[in-house]
């Protein structure tokens, strides 16, 4: 079974200009979660999506982030513009859809390793 | 919201050694995963276990629920087991995964 497919892996861009990451879930997977992780902490929950609906946005920084999963699969990250504190990696996750209260294990992509000069 | 402490922070071991992370919080839980980072920074999933215990080869993870507490058991260390290791865990009321400050393992030949 394929895993959760991220691309680019690596991105350099300067302060102010744009960027957009894909990720693909695994099959089924109605649930997908991006996440960004700072040098030296745990991930951090950006957004979260059930099928192509959002269900959880609040640590999004709305302003510059944006994020969509058009037809319940593919999804996208983007940022415009950049700021020198969003180097971090980005994180995609996917897992079943669980029913309320019973979540299923998240399972995680590679990453995109984002350096903001 | 709930607080997720790991600890040790730092681990250093020689090959061979057995180790025992640890993994607090301040909630109950629904959902608890142990993850390993590597130095390639990919999230390998080890463990889902929300309570109980449960093992895969050289590694087993216990968690008690009602103590609030999960362990993480690494016998005969290998220099691959080196990374950081993070548990994460879910309540009923956040839906959503929180990471603990980590435990960073260097295993030396």
């Known amino acids: 079974e394929a895993g959760v497919a991220q691309s680019p892996r690596y991105k350099i861009i300067e302060k102010r200009q744009s960027v957009a990451f894909w990720c693909n879930p695994i099959?089924?997977?109605?649930?997908l979660y991006w996440y960004q992780q700072i040098l030296g902490q745990g991930p951090k929950l950006l957004i979260q999506?059930?099928?192509?609906?959002?269900?959880?946005d609040s640590q999004l920084p709305k302003d510059r982030f944006s994020a969509e999963r058009l037809k319940g699969v593919d999804s996208t990250l983007k940022i415009q513009p950049a700021k020198l504190e969003d180097s971090a990696v980005y994180l995609c996750?996917?897992?079943?859809?669980?029913?309320?209260?019973?979540?299923?294990?998240?399972?995680f992509g590679p990453g995109t390793r984002l350096t903001v000069t | 919201g709930i607080q997720v402490e790991q600890s040790p922070p730092d681990l250093i071991l020689q090959e061979g050694a057995n180790s025992t992370l640890r993994c607090n919080f301040s909630?109950?839980?629904?959902?608890l995963q142990w993850f390993h980072q590597n130095p390639w920074g990919q999230l390998i999933n080890l463990f889902y276990?929300?309570?109980g215990t449960k093992q895969n080869g050289r590694l087993s993870a216990t968690t008690v629920a009602t103590e609030r507490y999960s362990l993480l058991y690494i016998s005969s260390s290998q220099t691959t087991d080196s990374g950081v290791y993070f548990c994460a865990v879910e309540t009923y009321n956040t839906d959503k995964l929180i990471f603990g400050t980590g435990t960073r393992l260097q295993v030396f030949p």
């Open positions: 999506f059930q099928n192509n609906g959002v269900v959880d």
């Open positions: 909630d109950s839980v629904n959902n």
């Open positions: 276990i929300p309570s």
């Open positions: 996750a996917s897992s079943l859809e669980g029913l309320a209260g019973f979540p299923y294990e998240q399972y």
């Open positions: 099959s089924g997977h109605a649930t």
